[in-house]
């Protein structure tokens, strides 16, 4: 006797995303919450999930969706409560330019600002990230919660792993070298918050996307400020014009930042680590980057809700006194 077998559960979301011009379409954020957390569960095939990302890669993730998944994390996190000011998500890496951003994390830090960094490993060839800077310039890397406590209590600032806290998450950044293309999971971390900090910073590079992370933070009644950043990390490029997509108390806000530099610098011919402590302890300068991180502690202040006048005054302040 012939039988036909029964349909996966999670071909339904597949089948939403993918059945043609016509008949596909976003999944709802209650869909988008049940997928993410069958996802979490292992209760999806291998098979499954490289097609449910790169069918949401090329339809390109809603706000509803990018809520929805975010819902089903925060349900599956066993995070603790530690006080946070700022969640820094940092998944990007630089190429163009050093990561001066983690010089401004430094001197929030030191004037109280309490700072949790996380990231998804170097995932692509020709980056710097973050993880590899880190001994370099004494920022603690952590291996479980309660060890980013006790940075966070003594220096204010930890950086935490993405596969410490969500495996299953660094599993799918993982795939980009066999599926070929980055998929939504690169963008999502950005919105996660995992200890619910008084804000979350997001660098979203790629044009249109902004308003899409903003609206997602909006329905998740998270206050966040969404940049397009320097390299795609939170680092406000001093060369350009800048703009920032904010939300807060379900209210949207914009506000547009006049270059700091009159004039634009050449990037250097290779990116060196040690650069950036001899530029903090200052035995060197840098012009470029030394705005950079003035106008990145201005972000983080503003993020405080410090005006920009106010944040670049108090920047200037800080990175005069961090030694």
Known sequence: MITTPEEHPFAQFIRILGKGKRGSRSLTREEAQ???????????????????????????????????????????????????DLDWPSYAGKKRHLPWFLLATKCLSSHGVRILIHGGGA?????????????????????DWHQTQEALNKDHLAFMPLENWMPALQHMINLRNT????????????LLNPLNATCI???????????????????????????????GEIEVNPDNDFHLYGTEYGTEWNEAWPALSERRHVKPE???????????????????????????????????????????????DYWSQRH
């Open 34 to 84: 049940c997928a993410m957390g069958m996802i979490l569960e292992g209760n999806v095939e291998d098979v499954q999930l490289g097609a449910f990302l790169m069918l949401l890669r090329h339809k390109e993730e809603s706000a509803e969706e990018l809520a929805g998944f975010t819902d089903a994390i925060r349900a599956h996190l066993n995070a603790p409560t530690i006080p946070v």
């Open 123 to 143: 995932h692509t060839a020709g980056r710097l990230y973050t993880e590899q800077v880190l001994e370099t310039l004494g920022i603690h890397l952590c291996n």
């Open 179 to 190: 599926l070929g293309l980055r998929s939504p999971i690169h963008s999502l971390v950005r």
């Open 201 to 231: 910073l997001q660098s979203i590079f790629h044009p249109g996307y902004q308003p899409i992370h903003r609206e997602a933070s909006r329905l998740l009644g998270d206050k966040a400020i969404v940049i397009k950043g320097e390299g």
């Open 270 to 316: 290779r990116l060196d680590a040690n650069h950036l402590l001899d530029v903090w302890t200052g035995k060197a300068n840098d012009a470029y980057g030394e705005l950079a991180v003035l106008s990145t502690i201005a972000l983080g202040l503003r993020a405080l809700g410090h005006s920009r006048e106010a944040a670049l005054a108090k920047a200037k």
